[in-house]
């Protein structure tokens, strides 16, 4: 199997941070890596292909489907909004960030 995992940089790793950040979450609790030619992207027929966003303090872990036309980073803040990944530590009681 060959595969090609990498973890984010640049600009996609500032918004990312950006979005955890708005949230009230660490982004050092988070592992966010893509990978772009595994058997399973191969056999879904992705373009891009796949984001795993996993949240080290719960465990919980996402995939999403990378490539044109891809909402990834949207369902990322819908999953995230829902709570799925766990509560944020830095939010009072109005659901406001402390940051």
């Known amino acids: 199997m060959t595969s090609a ?27 966010i890596a893509e990978d772009q030619d595994s058997d399973l992207v191969n056999l879904l027929g992705l373009v891009g292909g796949i984001v795993t966003v996993r949240r080290l303090s ?5 995939l999403y489907t990378t490539g044109p036309g891809s ?3 949207a369902a990322l ?11 944020s530590p830095q939010l ?3 659901g406001m960030s402390l940051q």
């Open 71 to 73: 909402a990834w980073f």
């Open 5 to 31: 995992t990498r973890n984010y940089d640049g600009n996609t790793a500032t918004a990312l941070g950006n979005l955890l950040r708005s949230r009230g979450f660490d982004l050092a609790d988070f592992e």
């Open 58 to 62: 719960t465990g919980e872990e996402r």
């Open 92 to 94: 009072d009681l109005d």
């Open 77 to 87: 803040l819908m999953d995230l909004e829902q709570g799925l990944f766990g509560k």
